[in-house]
């Protein structure tokens, strides 16, 4: 890129993406990625897994990472996939590290034009909270002595997606590098996206910067204006009871052939991707 007016040029060279996932949603939720925005980050993102599995390493080119994480929906199992996607950032040398779930769609241009407003070698957290007030949480003293202490914070939901900037990832590694993260998760007995908003906010005191453009599937994506579309981040799906989906609204495909509603969006978002229709 060019830099002639904005103070920082993001590239997608800059940027380690990272999504997360698990052996038993590979073939149901990984599809819907890597026909839509993965092609638009091929190198910039890497699948943090709990398997082994050549077709999907494959189809990624080998971009599938077998953390050796437990596969159960425990805190301990994701508090680990999210250590080793932490460490494997750092390791990366990128300027901005981008945590997402494997049920968002990922707006990749704007994704990087929100980046070059803030500069990577100042700390940054950025994401959504979804929850109205700071969590407040009850630290038991390290020992009888000691009284407990009441402590809040705010944290990015995981599953609308975050980003953290190098200089602020530096400044976590005494405490959350090497595999640390797990330890400070067992801590506090918190998922990993809440661990997260507590080593940054209440260990290092860096505040969250609210990026509404992030979303998640705790919203009623319906609501999202089809018009504000192109200024969104991330977006995601979830599947109720029966065939009731949360899901944004969209023309485009059948339901039947895009019940997620990504390609629909990705060939929205841009007409000329090689997987939409032409006329
Ligand atoms: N996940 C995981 N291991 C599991 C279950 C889920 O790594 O055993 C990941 C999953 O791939 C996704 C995230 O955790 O990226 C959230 O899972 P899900 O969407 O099923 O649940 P949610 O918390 O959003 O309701
Ligand atoms: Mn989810």
Not at 47 to 68: A, C, E, L, V
Not at 84 to 112: A, I
Not at 135 to 146: N, T
Not at 181 to 203: A, K, N, Q, S, W
Request: proline share 5%; glycine share 6%; aromatic share 12%.
């Amino acid at each position: 890129a060019t830099a002639t007016m904005a103070p920082f040029s993001t590239d997608l060279e800059d940027v380690f993406i990272s999504v997360k996932t698990t052996r038993h949603y590979h073939h149901s939720r990984l599809p819907a990625i890597i026909g839509t925005w993965f092609q638009f980050a091929k190198e910039q993102t890497w699948f943090f897994t709990d398997r082994d599995d050549p077709y999907f390493q494959n189809q990624t080119n080998g971009h599938m990472i077998n953390t050796k994480c437990s596969s159960s929906h425990n805190r301990r199992a994701l508090c680990c996939k999210m250590s080793v996607e932490f460490d494997k950032f750092l390791e990366s040398g990128r300027k901005w590290f981008c945590h997402f779930d494997d049920d968002n769609y990922v707006n990749v241009p704007r994704l990087l034009k929100l980046l070059d407003n803030y500069n990577p070698r100042e700390d940054w957290y950025l994401g959504r909270p979804s929850i109205p007030t700071p969590l407040e949480i009850v630290r038991q003293g390290a020992d009888s002595s000691k009284r407990s202490q009441k402590v809040r914070f705010w944290f990015a939901t995981g599953g609308a997606g975050f980003c953290i900037s190098r200089a602020l990832a530096l400044k976590m590694i005494p405490v959350a590098g090497g595999g640390k993260f797990i330890t400070v998760g067992d801590r506090i007995r918190l998922p990993d996206d809440v661990t997260m908003g507590y080593i940054i906010e209440h260990l290092l005191k860096k505040q969250l910067t609210v990026v509404e453009q992030f979303h998640s599937h705790l919203e009623i994506l319906k609501f999202l204006n089809k018009d504000t579309f192109h200024d969104q981040v991330s977006f995601s799906y979830s599947k109720g009871s029966r065939d009731d989906w949360n899901v944004v609204k969209i023309d485009g495909f059948s339901v039947r052939d895009d019940p997620k509603r990504f390609r629909s969006l990705h060939c929205h978002l841009f007409p000329q991707a090689s997987s939409c229709p032409h006329r």
